[in-house]
C-alpha cells in the first residue's frame, strides 16, 4: 500500500458518522448516540548514498472511538446526556481519598509535636 491510498483510507474513516450515530426513535422520544473520536498518522522515508545504499518508506496511522453521551430530543427539546465512565470516578474518589488521609496525617503529626 502506497501512502496515497493509506491517506485516502484515513480522509475515508474520518467522517461526521464516526462521531453521530444513527438516530434511534421510540415512544416520540429521538436519541442520537454521540463517541469520542481521535486520531493520529505518522509517514517516513530514508535513502542513503555511499557504500550502503538502502531505501525506506514508512506510514501508519491510528483511529480511537469511545462513547461520550446521546442528544435525548423530546417534545422539541433537545437534552445531552453524557456517559458517565465508573473507572474514573472511582479513580478519581481515591486520589480525593489519599490526599485527605495524607492531609490529616499531616495535621495529626503537626499537633503531636506541639504538645
Same mark, same amino acid.
Given at each position: 500500500? %502506497? ?8 480522509? %475515508? ?26 486520531? /493520529?498518522?505518522? /509517514? ?17 496511522? /491510528?483511529?480511537? !472511538? ?8 423530546? %417534545? /422539541? ?22 490526599? !485527605? ?10 499537633? !503531636?509535636?506541639?504538645?
Amino acid at each position: 500500500m %502506497d501512502i496515497i491510498q493509506m491517506i485516502e483510507q484515513a480522509q %475515508d474513516k474520518a467522517t461526521v458518522k464516526r462521531v453521530f450515530g444513527e438516530p434511534i426513535v421510540q415512544d416520540g422520544i429521538t436519541v442520537i448516540p454521540v463517541a469520542r473520536v481521535a486520531g /493520529g498518522g505518522g /509517514g517516513g522515508s530514508g535513502k542513503q548514498e555511499g557504500d550502503n545504499p538502502a531505501e525506506g518508506l514508512g506510514a501508519g496511522f /491510528g483511529l480511537g !472511538a469511545s462513547p461520550a453521551g446521546v442528544f435525548v430530543i423530546k %417534545d /422539541g427539546t433537545v437534552r445531552w446526556q453524557p456517559v458517565v465512565d465508573v473507572n474514573k470516578v472511582i479513580i478519581g474518589g481515591q486520589f480525593v481519598l489519599v490526599v !485527605a488521609l495524607l492531609t490529616i496525617r499531616t495535621i495529626a503529626r503537626l499537633r !503531636a509535636r506541639r504538645r
